[in-house]
Each structure stands twice: as structure tokens, then as C-alpha cells.
């Protein structure tokens, strides 16, 4: 069974310009959530993502944004980079079904952002 | 708010000793899961504890939960380099039907010869 795919892995992009990150989740889980990872903050919730709509958002400013489409795969962009977000972009997938199986996040490779 | 915290943040032992990592989090809740991740990976799942008392062993690393002190415990035995990486707890936040991790700061693990 394919795992999470993220793409692209690695990303250098501008101050001011937008980004946009993808991600495909395991066959069959229809949820998907978005972390960010830097040193300074550690794992830090962006947004969850299920059968298209978002039931959930972290802390973080307008500029962060996702969607997901029918096929349960994910992207999120960010616009109007800024220095500080430059971070690994984790996503995670799971069945979501809680009261059958453990709520397991299982997380893709992840997507290197670096904002110049 | 959800806290969760880890201690230490950084630990070196040698191989062939035995550590204890503490993950304290601040409010209810019934799913702790423990990742590990090593330099530029992404969250390898170790452990998801479900239930006070919980406890779950592989390899080298057992894992435990008390839910009534709001605390688990990863215990190292006889460390072996291989096990160096920095390891995660995290503590499931439901909101309205969602589910959403909360992280503790991670524990570098160098295990030296």
C-alpha cells in the first residue's frame, strides 16, 4: 500500500510570492491535516481537511489556506511569503473512522519550504 | 489550552543504557502516540496508547500511559546507536467531529558508542 505522497519535496521560493504544496493520501483515508515544523516552534497544527471540507484550524494567519478535492488529495497554499515560513510542510492521513480504529495520523515525507 | 510537554529536549547516553523519556500534557484525552524522526525525515508512528494503563513494548522502546496524571513515559532499554533521532510525543485534541495533534517539543536522542 503507497504511503503519503507530498510534492514537491523541496522549495525555495521569494519573499511576497505564493506557494502552493500538494498531497495525496493513502488510499481509502478521507482525512487530511497540515503541520508545520521549524525549530523555533516545533509541530504546530495547521488545518484538517475531510470529504472535501475543513473541520479544523490551527493558530496561523490568513495567508495559510488549503483545500481538498474528491479524490481526498490535499493542497495548501501560503501567499505572500514571509521569511518566517520557511518550514517542513508535514501532512498526514487517516481513516478518521474513530470509533473503529485508533485515529492514526500516518505523515508524508514532507515538503521543504525556503523563503529568501 | 492543550499543553503538552516533553522532558529532557536533548539526551546523550551510551549504549547498553537504559532512559526514560517523560511526556506531560495538560488536559483530558485518550489517544497519546509517540513518533520518532530522524534528521530531515518525516514522523515515524511508534505507539498509539489508547487507555490509562496502557502499555506497549518494540524492540528497545516501551511505551506507557497514565491517564489519570496525564503522563507517559517512553522507556529506552539498552540503547544501541541505531536509536539515535529525535523522538515525539502527541496528544489528540477533538474539536467538533475533528481530531488534531498537539505536539511536545521533542527529545534529541544521541546514543554514543
Known amino acids: 500500500k503507497a504511503g503519503v505522497t507530498q510534492t514537491p519535496r523541496y522549495l525555495i521560493k521569494t519573499r511576497g510570492q505564493q506557494v502552493t504544496l500538494s498531497c495525496s493520501p493513502i488510499?481509502?483515508?478521507?482525512?487530511v491535516s497540515w503541520y508545520q515544523q521549524t525549530p523555533g516552534q516545533g509541530l504546530q497544527f495547521l488545518f484538517e481537511?475531510?470529504?472535501?471540507?475543513?473541520?479544523n484550524k490551527g493558530n496561523f494567519p490568513g495567508r495559510f489556506s488549503g483545500r481538498q478535492f474528491s479524490n481526498s488529495r490535499s493542497e495548501m497554499n501560503v501567499s505572500t511569503l514571509e521569511l518566517g515560513d520557511s518550514a517542513l510542510y508535514l501532512c498526514a492521513s487517516s481513516l478518521a473512522v474513530r470509533e473503529i480504529f485508533p485515529y492514526e495520523q500516518y505523515f508524508g515525507p514532507g515538503t521543504r519550504l525556503t523563503v529568501t | 489550552e492543550l499543553k503538552v510537554e516533553q522532558n529532557p529536549l536533548f539526551l546523550s547516553m551510551q549504549e547498553g543504557k537504559n532512559y526514560t523519556i517523560y511526556c506531560n500534557y495538560s488536559?483530558?484525552?485518550?489517544?497519546l502516540y509517540w513518533y520518532r524522526q530522524d534528521p530531515g525525515k518525516s514522523l515515524e508512528s511508534l505507539f498509539v496508547?489508547?487507555?490509562?494503563?496502557a502499555v506497549k513494548q518494540e524492540g528497545r522502546l516501551m511505551a506507557s500511559l497514565d491517564t489519570k496524571a496525564r503522563l507517559s513515559t517512553l522507556h529506552i532499554t539498552a540503547a544501541v546507536h541505531d536509536l539515535s533521532a529525535t523522538y515525539f510525543c502527541a496528544v489528540d485534541r477533538r474539536q467538533g467531529g475533528s481530531e488534531k495533534l498537539v505536539f511536545g517539543k521533542g527529545t534529541k536522542l544521541t546514543v554514543n558508542p
Open positions: 488510499s481509502g483515508h478521507r482525512s
Open positions: 488536559t483530558t484525552s485518550d489517544r
Open positions: 481537511y475531510f470529504s472535501e471540507t475543513q473541520r
Open positions: 496508547l489508547l487507555s490509562n494503563g
